[in-house]
C-alpha cells in the first residue's frame, strides 16, 4: 500500500527564516509525486510535479527536491503570505494511478 | 483557460436528506476525480470518472455516487446524509487517467446538521 508521511504538521517561521518541509513515501514504483499548497477553505492549488530522484524546481521562494525515499520543499526567507497548508501526494505506476495525499503541513509565516 | 469550478460553494442540509454537487473540468480535461476532505481525515479519495465512465473507486459506501456527463462535467451525488457527510467536497480535473497533474477546484462546503 502505497503511503505518505509529512513532517513536521505544523510550523512556525519568522518572515525570513527559512527552512524545509518533509515529505517521505513509500510505493512500489513512482511515477510522480507531487506539492500542493490549500488555503484554508479553499482547493489545493498545484505547485510542482517531480518524476525522478535529483530532480528540483523552483517557484519563487519555493523549491521542491526528491530522492527515491522523500522529497523536501525549501522555503527559502518567507513570506507571511506564503502560510498555507502544503500538501505532498504520490502517484505510483501502474494500477489506478490515483495520488495518494499525505496530511499535510501547516505553515505559519508571522511577521 | 478557465480552472475547474465548483458548484455550489456551500451547502447546508439536515440529516436525511440528499445532495447533488456539481463539477465543470478545465476545458479539454475528461479525467474527473471527487475527494472529501475533513480535518480528522485529510483528503481521502471517492471515485474518478473518464469519458464518461467510472475508472476508480475509493472506499466509501454507497450512498456516494457519481457520473460524468459527454462534455465530460460531472455530479457526485450523496444520499440518506449523516452528520459525519460534513467535509470540503473537492473536485479535480486531469488531461487523461494517468496523466501527471489533477488540478483542483475551490471546492462545496457541506455541512450537515
Known amino acids: 500500500e502505497d503511503q505518505v508521511t509529512q513532517s513536521p504538521e505544523a510550523l512556525r517561521l519568522q518572515e525570513g527564516e527559512s527552512s524545509s518541509l518533509n515529505c517521505s513515501y513509500t510505493?512500489?514504483?513512482?511515477?510522480?509525486l507531487f506539492w500542493y499548497r490549500q488555503d484554508p477553505g479553499k482547493g489545493p492549488e498545484f505547485l510542482f510535479t517531480?518524476?525522478?530522484a535529483g530532480e528540483e524546481k523552483e517557484k519563487e521562494r519555493l523549491k521542491a527536491t526528491l530522492t527515491k525515499k522523500e522529497s523536501f520543499l525549501h522555503i527559502t526567507a518567507p513570506k507571511p503570505e506564503d502560510s498555507a497548508t502544503y500538501l505532498c501526494a504520490v502517484q505510483a505506476q501502474g494500477g489506478s494511478y490515483i495520488p495518494t495525499f499525505g496530511r499535510g503541513t501547516s505553515l505559519i509565516v508571522h511577521p | 483557460k478557465a480552472g475547474v469550478t465548483q458548484t455550489p460553494r456551500y451547502l447546508i442540509k439536515t440529516r436525511g436528506q440528499q445532495v447533488t454537487l456539481s463539477c465543470s473540468p478545465i476545458s479539454g480535461h475528461r479525467s474527473v476525480s471527487w475527494y472529501q476532505q475533513t480535518p480528522g481525515q485529510g483528503l481521502q479519495f471517492l471515485f474518478e470518472?473518464?469519458?464518461?465512465?467510472?475508472?476508480n473507486k475509493g472506499n466509501f459506501p454507497g450512498r456516494f455516487s457519481g457520473r460524468q456527463f459527454s462534455n465530460s462535467r460531472s455530479e457526485m451525488n450523496v444520499s440518506t446524509l449523516e452528520l459525519g457527510d460534513s467535509a470540503l467536497y473537492l473536485c479535480?480535473?486531469?488531461?487523461?487517467?494517468?496523466?501527471?497533474?489533477?488540478?483542483f477546484g475551490p471546492g462545496t462546503r457541506l455541512t450537515v446538521l
Open positions: 510505493v512500489s514504483g513512482l511515477r510522480g
Open positions: 479535480a480535473s486531469s488531461f487523461r487517467t494517468d496523466t501527471d497533474t489533477q488540478y
Open positions: 517531480l518524476y525522478s
Open positions: 470518472y473518464f469519458s464518461e465512465t467510472q475508472r
